[in-house]
């Protein structure tokens, strides 16, 4: 906000929500004070109408981590617990990697309020992500929730096969015929009373946790299985003691394996699920603990959160070096394959900029602290991970609409099959209850709610391995659908550091045009203008300070050089401004166009002198990656703002058919608007030097290089190395992940819909097939392992493109 006009809009914006019944802004202090009605408006409704009307609201995002979730009716929970939060504006909780990505303002909400709804709700808050103390604290507590569980189930597997054998063993010749005068269903006892504390002792998680859900009125796969072991045990004590039903009611070892075999589906997929992270857990272990910091002479050792922007740092061989900076004195090599992906040291040197997480490899270095702490580049990688490893594509809400109708329909199914089989098909009881029993516990809402987050976070921690960031599981999907990919020129086919190949002067000396011109340019940070200054450094002309300078972006500059006017631009450049060329300068510049090289046109004083022909070179992968392009099935477009002749001279060795030239980097997100206006679904890479609005136009915008802050901020996909097939392998490996979540998914549905009808005893009356409870859970536990195991083979997966790298020798990458 600027000015009283700014408060009124946004004023007028919120004033409009019904629902709203007083609104003030104040521009001071650049708050809005809003009394509204909770029961018709939310916070994220009165944020919108500020965003609409062309401001936007300060929020603070936090990563909570969250122990006890077993399934997607968890989540469910938990993002209604936290959602219902006065001030919570958005809340996304990942199963896979147990955190919960809260959109929030602080003016309002705290962590602590957040901490309070989440253990209310019956799970433990853990913390937040990004804790120094907190990857310790994460794995003593997977440890010990492990080491319960194990000792579960070896409870539970010692004392069901104890009961199954005690079942064939004379009992009244082992006990002394005293104890057994009078005492009916002598067997039953004796096993009620072996498997009741194994059975508590097994079961209670369970039942600890479906009593939760109930209490926060939900229905979760532990009320299920709760319901499923506790009618095999109850009915079993009621056909003990001959209430309502018979001795034959002996579910005791049945009931105790299954608990067991629950608790052991628990385990292995908390196994599994652990290894989903290992990506992020890598990135984590980069961040060094300590660092040596130069104070008057002495070096004194400190916590890395100690160090500030400004301290000047040691980093000795073999250390991590603690902060993103700048030498200042000696000479390394440093590993940089975990921000770059290039396996080959990079030479570090006073002026050198330096990236914390990085490998110090042979010598000492001091360098002065830039960005700490969250500030860094590492940091930042981390938590744009992080973040899309929490985002949900369109293609799992599809499965949580399934969740949200999946436990009442197996209820619904579990009581129709006793009902049929009892009242219908006149079974037995013992066989009625085996079925509803064996319903409850064989289906898996687990798989279903695993079936997305596991391979998100498995695929994008894999893309972090690669120097492949992809931001959301929003850009998975996008890539999966691509129609066209269009590459912006300079530094992204080409290498981005031009050279001036030939010069033609009419009428004044080459020397003294190129030294006007370069001087011209100098102020200028684009790449052609480079080219040329670095021409005139070449030839040793010293250059004159410019005034006056205007930079038109797409077309040229302006300048006043030693008390003459320049200009140095392409053809709209001096159209615009009136200046007409010579015909010889004109067929000169278009011999170096039809050559695929840039033509500079030069004016002195109003009179064009001259042109200087600029060429770049196609990176070294361009050609292959466009090749590969093209055989996956993808249009090729480039957008430049060099001429059509120009353009078309790079475009046609690479098969590139469609070329837009003469294209103003303001309206390169018009043209990919244009290609939408088509049908067609666009990715745009680009380096992000005049980008940034055609990234983000674009369905997938692909920022290479690292390119620039911007680019980073707007691109969907951002490539930590400066390579087209990384652009390639992004592609390939969005689709493979999308097209692991369907093959999950459908795992996922194939399974419940196979095995449920079995366990309700479809096949009995044709081939006498039927579920035993213990072998419904063990299948249970069997559809979780299997869907999160095949999200870990993911993990395994290397892009095609990544095969064709030209001299690479085991790259790793982030």
Request: a negative charge.
């Amino acid at each position: 906000m600027v000015c009283a006009a700014c408060s009124a809009a946004i004023e007028k914006s919120l004033q409009r929500l019904d629902g709203v019944a007083e609104a003030s802004v104040n521009l001071g202090s650049e708050t809005a004070s809003v009394v509204y009605d909770p029961e018709r408006l939310r916070l994220s409704d009165l944020e919108r109408a500020v965003r609409d009307a062309g401001y936007d609201v300060i929020d603070e995002k936090a990563v909570l981590r969250i122990g006890g979730m077993v399934c997607a009716m968890c989540v469910a929970a938990l993002e209604k617990a936290l959602r219902n939060l006065d001030g919570v504006v958005d809340v996304r909780v990942n199963l896979a990697s147990e955190k919960a990505y809260v959109t929030y303002n602080p003016g309002m909400v705290g962590l602590d309020e957040m901490k309070k709804a989440v253990e209310d709700t019956g799970y433990q808050y853990l913390g937040l992500a990004g804790e120094e103390a907190l990857p310790e604290r994460e794995r003593e507590t997977f440890e010990k929730e492990q080491a319960n569980r194990k000792r579960r189930i070896i409870a539970g597997f010692a004392a069901s096969i104890f009961l199954m054998a005690i079942m064939y063993l004379p009992v009244h010749e082992i006990l002394p015929m005293r104890l057994l005068m009078g005492i009916p269903n002598l067997m039953g006892l004796f096993m009620l009373v072996v498997s009741l504390p194994v059975f508590v002792y097994v079961s209670r998680p369970i039942f600890q946790a479906a009593l939760r859900a109930l209490q926060n009125r939900s229905l979760d796969m532990d009320v299920m299985y709760g319901m499923g072991i506790g009618v095999a045990y109850g009915s079993s004590i009621l056909g003990t003691f001959g209430i309502v039903l018979t001795p034959d009611f002996m579910f005791y070892e049945t009931a105790v394996m299954l608990a067991a075999f629950l608790t052991l589906g628990r385990y292995l997929e908390a196994g599994a699920k652990g290894r989903t992270s290992e990506a992020i857990k890598k990135l984590i272990g980069l961040q060094p603990r300590t660092a040596t910091v130069l104070k008057d002479g002495r070096e004194v050792e400190v916590s890395v959160e100690e160090v500030a922007a400004g301290d000047l740092l040691l980093v000795r061989p073999g250390e991590r070096i603690a902060a993103d900076g700048i030498v200042q004195e000696g000479e390394s090599y440093v590993d940089e394959s975990m921000i770059t992906g290039e396996s080959l040291p990079v030479l570090k040197r006073p002026g050198s900029p330096v990236v914390g997480g990085t490998l110090n490899k042979n010598g000492s270095l001091q360098f002065s602290a830039t960005r700490v702490g969250r500030d860094t580049v590492l940091a930042g990688i981390i938590s744009l991970v992080e973040e899309a490893q929490g985002s949900r594509p369109a293609v799992q809400r599809i499965a949580d609409r399934a969740v949200a109708y999946f436990i009442p329909a197996i209820i619904t199914i579990a009581a129709a099959s006793f009902a049929y089989w009892y009242f219908v098909a006149n079974s037995t009881l013992l066989f009625s209850v085996t079925a509803l029993i064996s319903v409850l516990v064989v289906a898996c809402p687990c798989a279903l709610g695993l079936a997305t987050p596991t391979a998100i976070t498995v695929g994008i921690g894999r893309g972090a391995e690669l120097g492949i960031l992809i931001k959301s599981g929003e850009a998975l999907e996008a890539s999966e659908k691509l129609d066209v990919v269009a590459f912006d020129k300079t530094g992204t086919l080409t290498v981005g550091r031009p050279d001036v190949t030939d010069i033609f002067a009419s009428g004044v000396d080459e020397e003294q045009m190129l030294r006007l011109a370069a001087s011209a340019e100098r102020p200028s940070e684009h790449p052609l203008a480079e080219a040329v200054v670095r021409r005139a450094e070449e030839r040793g002309l010293a250059l004159i300070q410019a005034a006056d300078f205007e930079a038109r972006p797409g077309k040229g500059v302006l300048a006043r050089v030693d008390g003459r006017s320049i200009v140095a631009g392409n053809r709209m450049l001096f159209s615009e401004i009136g200046i007409e060329a010579a015909p010889e300068i004109l067929e000169r510049a278009a011999v170096y166009e039809a050559q695929g090289r840039t033509a500079m046109l030069v004016a002195i004083d109003g009179r064009a002198c001259g042109v200087l022909a600029i060429s770049d070179h196609l990176k070294a992968s361009a050609e292959q990656a466009v090749s590969l392009l093209g055989r996956m099935g993808l249009s090729l477009v480039m957008i430049t703002g060099d001429n059509a002749e120009s353009a078309a001279a790079v475009a046609r060795p690479l098969g590139i058919e469609r070329v837009l030239a003469q294209v103003l980097p303001e309206d390169k997100s018009g043209e990919v608007r244009r290609l939408q206006q088509e049908g067609l679904h666009v990715a745009f890479v680009g380096d992000g030097i005049n980008d940034a609005p055609a990234l983000a136009q674009a369905d997938v915008g692909i920022a290479i290089g690292s390119g620039t802050d911007v680019a980073i901020e707007t691109g969907d996909i951002v490539l930590m190395k400066d390579d087209l097939l990384d652009a390639v392998a992004a592609i390939q490996l969005a689709r493979k992940v999308i097209s692991r979540i369907k093959l999950n998914i459908f795992w996922a549905f194939a399974y419940n819909a196979a095995l449920v009808p079995v366990a309700a005893g479809v096949l009995y009356p044709i081939y006498g097939i039927t579920f035993r409870p213990e072998l419904a859970g063990l299948a249970m536990a069997a559809s979780s392992v299997t869907v999160i195991s095949l999200s870990l083979l993911l993990k395994r997966y290397i892009p095609p493109a990544l095969r064709y790298r030209i001299g690479d020798s085991g790259r790793t990458g982030v």
